[in-house]
DNA sequence: GCTGAGCGT
């Protein structure tokens, strides 16, 4: 299951997103979407976790809670876009 | 160094 996470801290790393998830279930990645040309955070990543059930459970678990500071969004992804780089 | 909706280099 593809996760959507948003309004995440700009400071936070893929790496505290994949452990706020693995508190709930197994997570095969965790990914933050970062500026193609800063390398900044855009502020949004993604989660994929291999358990749907597990996913559900972190998704309302994680969703409108706190991490790093901040109230972050978590929902369902919608499908990965074409490829156009 | 900075910002704050929304779906990926």
Known sequence: MNIFVAKLNFKTRKEDLQAA???????????IVLDRDTKRSKGFGFVEMPNDNEALQAIAALNEK????????????????ANNY
């Open 21 to 31: 998830f693995e508190q709930f279930g197994e997570v095969s990645s965790a990914k």
């Open 66 to 81: 706190e991490l790093d500071g901040r109230v972050i969004v978590v929902k369902p992804a919608n499908p990965k876009p």
